[in-house]
């Protein structure tokens, strides 16, 4: 190498071009899958790794490095369970990390208690498992004839009662039944926690 040049690259040796749309999907109940597009021609593969629940620890896929030209990758277990994951790639060697943005899986509230009195409307209480969610979904319904939507619907992030509302007010011997789940930006949890008294 000439004087002067020091610590030049060759053209042969830049960093391979990094990937972009990178994006993250559910895969099973704790997995996830990977993908993105490969803008790289010089690349040897792909490092690909996850960070779930706002860990700040980055894990790889268990089949990382993957071969050059890969566009998607899954990993079939995290370890457990996930409420929120992000997923990030770079093309080695020399690439830069590109995140995805983060998804979500919320996790639904458990152990509805309805309380339903003569002469009083219609309220339960539930188990706040979620750490993401932005709110509650709650529903209810009188002797089997549908479900309504509570007053209350739509609590805050955190919320563990309906109160009271403005639910029709019972006359006694009603069943009632009550659901709930978490929400987060239009997103529910997979399922309802479902409750039930008798006025």
């Given at each position: ?25 559910p895969?099973g ?13 010089t690349?040897?593969?792909y ?8 860990s ?8 990382s490095?993957?071969a ?29 990390w ?6 979500y ?6 152990s509805?208690v ?20 932005d ?26 009662s ?16 009550v ?21």
């Amino acid at each position: 190498m000439r004087p002067g040049k020091i610590g030049t690259i060759a053209s042969s040796e830049k960093p391979p071009n990094d990937p972009t749309s990178v994006v993250a999907t559910p895969l099973g109940l704790g997995g996830v899958t990977a993908t993105w597009v490969d803008n790289a021609t010089t690349e040897s593969g792909y490092e690909v790794e996850y960070e779930k629940n706002d860990s700040g620890t980055w894990v790889a896929f268990t089949s990382s490095p993957y071969a050059a030209n890969t566009i998607t990758a899954d990993q079939g277990s995290t370890s457990g369970n996930w409420e929120k994951i992000r997923v990030r790639v770079k093309a080695t060697i020399g690439g830069n990390w590109v995140i995805s943005a983060a998804i979500y899986k919320l996790i639904a509230p458990t152990s509805v208690v309805v309380t339903a009195a003569a002469g009083s409307p219609i309220s339960a209480t539930w188990n706040d498992n979620s750490s993401y969610e932005d709110g509650y979904e709650i529903q209810y319904q009188i002797d089997g004839a549908g479900w309504n939507t509570h007053t209350n619907s739509a609590t805050g992030a955190n919320s563990t009662s309906s109160g009271d509302g403005t639910n029709p007010t019972l006359d006694g011997g009603e069943f009632v039944e009550v659901r709930v789940r978490s929400t987060l930006a239009g997103q529910t949890s997979s399922s309802w926690a479902i409750g039930s008294d008798t006025a």
